[in-house]
């Protein structure tokens, strides 16, 4: 059972930035953050696998980067030039071993994630 705890949320106006983090208890090859606002589908936005390659929701290419450090065992979102539209629970999700569904649409489903950490995006 893996561990997934999120950190780094917070609000912030258009236009700004906010680093998620997620400490996972072990490491995982396949990794991920998906989002769900209040009345809607959860969304995946990025995912990445073994070889750190990585995957993005359209919605959030060029203004979004995932990445990790393997030593910590710790996932990273980097949100910049932020909308309102990106206002939603973010959580971060690991997936089984040699998962062969690591792309950001499949985020949503993977194995386990962690409680969420609000972004609040204002105008």
């Known amino acids: 059972q893996v561990q997934l705890v999120e950190s780094g949320g917070g609000s912030v106006q258009a236009g700004g930035s906010l680093r998620l983090s997620c400490a996972a208890s072990e490491r995982s090859n396949c990794m991920g953050w998906f989002r769900q606002a209040p009345g809607k589908e959860r969304e995946g936005v990025a995912a990445?696998?073994?070889?750190?390659?990585?995957t993005y929701a359209d919605s959030v290419k060029g203004r979004f980067s995932i990445s990790r450090d393997h030593a910590k065992s710790t996932l990273y979102l980097q949100a910049n030039s932020l909308l309102t539209e990106d206002t939603a629970m973010y959580y971060c999700a690991a997936d089984y071993p040699h998962s062969p569904r690591c792309k950001a649409p499949s985020v949503p489903v993977f194995g386990y994630r962690g409680q969420g950490t609000q972004v609040t995006v204002s105008s």
């Open positions: 990445i696998d073994f070889d750190d390659s990585t």
